[in-house]
């Protein structure tokens, strides 16, 4: 029986990690754990050593999306991991290190991953004249296809409309849980209904 040496291991496991970031781009740390895990080849300790590896050497790049809608338990854009040309390169010199069952692997994932997108948080905008003039606007966000917020606006114009979803379409996270804690602030109620009871007292 051929027994592999721990180097060549290493090698496979750095290969069959480069091969899932070029595949499935754009994954977040979570996500490309479990997919990694999911080949048999490594377990959760040399998935993130090999990892950092990989990013110390340059071969996998990190970046943080700006409007991110999908947030960590901190609160923070997820990471999220993309191959680099050197990695290609790299990729392209090594991949017959790769073995068939995590190439076959890969294919099922990448299958999964393209459905996934599709039924994945969408961040939705629309814009109805209405019969006086005004713009109704319709904010939305979905996830898994299930809509989980939904607000209409009736605004003065098509300008303050069409600035109204650019917005929304920019920072709907950041807005959504603006709007959720205002709406759920006892403290800021109870201000507001004493503040509107002094007035009337005043008055």
């Keep these: 029986m051929t027994q592999t040496s721990p180097a060549s291991d290493k090698v496979t496991r750095k290969v069959i990690l480069l091969s899932i970031v070029a595949k499935l781009d754009s994954l977040t740390r979570q996500e490309l754990m479990q997919t990694a895990v999911g080949s048999m080849y490594m377990d959760y300790f040399q998935f993130s050593e090999l990892l950092d590896e990989l990013i110390k050497e340059k071969l996998v790049a990190s970046t943080q999306r700006k409007n991110e809608v999908i947030r960590t338990a901190q609160g923070q854009a997820p990471e999220r991991y993309s191959i680099t040309t050197e990695g290609m390169k790299v990729l392209d010199t090594l991949h017959m290190y790769l073995p068939l069952p995590v190439s076959a692997y890969l294919e099922r994932a990448t299958q999964e991953r393209e459905q996934e997108l599709?039924?994945?948080r969408a961040v939705l905008t629309q814009m109805?004249?209405?019969?006086?003039?005004?713009?109704?606007?319709?904010?939305?966000?979905?996830?898994?296809?299930?809509?989980?917020?939904?607000?209409?606006?009736?605004?003065?114009?098509?300008?303050?409309?069409?600035?109204?979803?650019?917005?929304?379409?920019?920072?709907?996270?950041?807005l959504y849980s603006e709007f959720l804690r205002k709406l759920s602030s006892p403290a800021d109620t109870t201000k507001s209904k004493k503040t509107m009871d002094a007035e009337q007292i005043q008055a």
Excluded: M
């Design 118 to 120: 599709k039924d994945d």
């Design 128 to 174: 109805t004249p209405l019969p006086n003039g005004q713009i109704q606007v319709s904010l939305s966000l979905i996830e898994h296809g299930q809509r989980y917020f939904h607000i209409e606006l009736d605004v003065p114009n098509e300008d303050i409309g069409r600035k109204t979803c650019q917005v929304w379409k920019e920072q709907a996270s950041n």
